[in-house]
């Protein structure tokens, strides 16, 4: 049994990587970095495995990240837990990647002028 739901991933795309399940099926796998905090506020950096479908890579669709390696994405993903052998969480991916020009731009600091 598995459930589904959407969300998007913030993160640097680490790596693309093309595999092969059974003979002829091919995927990918998209790494993401992600930083968070752990609970003293220090940085700790998270990696994503976010799995690329057999149809969406005959599409082509995981080349899109491969030119973003290194590049700040937001990635539109569905997550499932797989209830198996052994339980685990699995992102699957689920389009283009958002443009951050749609983001409003981050306000520009004023230098602090002396006061004299």
């Known amino acids: 049994m598995s459930k589904l739901f959407g969300m998007v991933l913030h ?11 059974g003979d002829d099926m091919r995927i990918a ?11 003293k506020g220090r940085p700790v950096d998270c990696y994503f495995d976010v799995r ?22 937001f990635i539109p993903v569905s997550a499932s837990i797989y209830q198996g052998r052994k339980a685990y969480q699995q992102y699957n991916l689920g389009g283009f990647p958002v443009r ?14 002396k006061v004299g």
């Open 29 to 39: 796998i998209i790494e993401v970095k992600s930083v968070s905090s752990d609970e």
């Open 11 to 21: 993160g640097e795309v680490f790596r693309v990587e093309d595999r092969t399940i």
């Open 100 to 113: 951050l020009q749609a983001l409003p731009p981050k306000p520009e600091q004023v230098p602090s002028s």
């Open 52 to 73: 690329v479908s057999a149809e969406q890579v005959k599409q082509g669709l995981h080349n899109s990240y491969r030119s973003m390696i290194g590049a700040e994405v």
